[in-house]
């Protein structure tokens, strides 16, 4: 799963919806830092409610990718994306692929349920707004040996530029997109990759329901929303 899934269902506690990011945070801030749910666990009761928050924001994600990742839809639909970019590129084999059939699932489930709940988006990036950055990584460093300097600089940034928005379009996902292929040292996507975004985004929509698992009002709306249209 990715920023917006993870969090969509708890648009309440600003710090809890941070820790539901913290982690995808990290894998680009600093992935010197890995959180493990016994790290989060020790924290999970503590007085102090703003870790508390954190940690159990933290929790949610990991929960959330443990179900999603061994869900059936996310094998069926990495697989048959991995084919998919495999046959457009005409890349018989290599990292890309398989990189691009994980990646895409969570990208395009966020950008499907981004579409469907614009409002939810606006009051995501308002309560990250709420944030001090500072007492995040503060809040992280607590809870792993491995201390980080970089989790609140990457907040202000990701806060600055609004990527997600950008998911809603083929053009500045296949920007966003390279951005990644740059950071994991892969190979540039094609403009022309954008046709194959298209056709992508209509094969995660259908099956988003399934993607999404979790029960709650929030989560039964956003599917209803996916699936009337």
């Not at 969509?8 to 010197?32: C, I, K, N, Q, S």
């Not at 890995?34 to 102090?48: F, I, P």
């Not at 933290?58 to 991995?82: C, G, K």
């Not at 540039?188 to 992508?200: C, K």
Request: contains cysteine; neutral net charge; hydrophobic residues 45%.
């Amino acid at each position: 799963m990715n920023y917006f899934a993870h969090a969509v269902d708890f648009l309440e506690d600003p710090y809890f919806v941070a820790g539901t990011a913290v982690p995808d945070w990290l894998a680009v801030a600093d992935r010197r830092v890995r959180l493990r749910r016994r790290h989060v666990a020790q924290v999970l009761n503590h007085s102090d409610p703003l870790l508390n928050a954190v940690a159990r924001g933290i929790a949610q994600h990991l929960d959330d990718d443990t179900r999603f990742h061994e869900s059936r839809a996310f094998v069926e639909l990495s697989m048959a994306i991995s084919a998919a970019v495999r046959d457009f590129l005409q890349e018989p084999s290599g990292m890309r692929p398989a990189f691009l059939g994980h990646l895409l699932v969570e990208v395009l489930l966020d950008a499907s349920l981004i579409a469907a709940n614009p409002e939810g988006l606006h009051e995501y990036y308002r309560l990250l707004s709420r944030v001090d950055p500072a007492r995040v990584e503060v809040s992280v460093n607590t809870m792993t040996a491995n201390r980080t300097g970089r989790l609140a600089g990457m907040i202000e940034a990701f806060c600055r530029e609004r990527i997600l928005w950008d998911y809603l379009d083929d053009a500045t996902l296949l920007r966003r997109l390279n951005q990644v292929m740059r950071r994991v040292e892969l190979a540039a996507l094609p403009a022309e990759f954008v046709d194959l975004l298209r056709v992508l985004r209509g094969l995660v929509d259908r099956r988003s329901g399934e993607l999404l698992g979790r029960t709650g009002p929030h989560a039964l709306a956003a599917k209803l929303a996916l699936e009337s249209r």
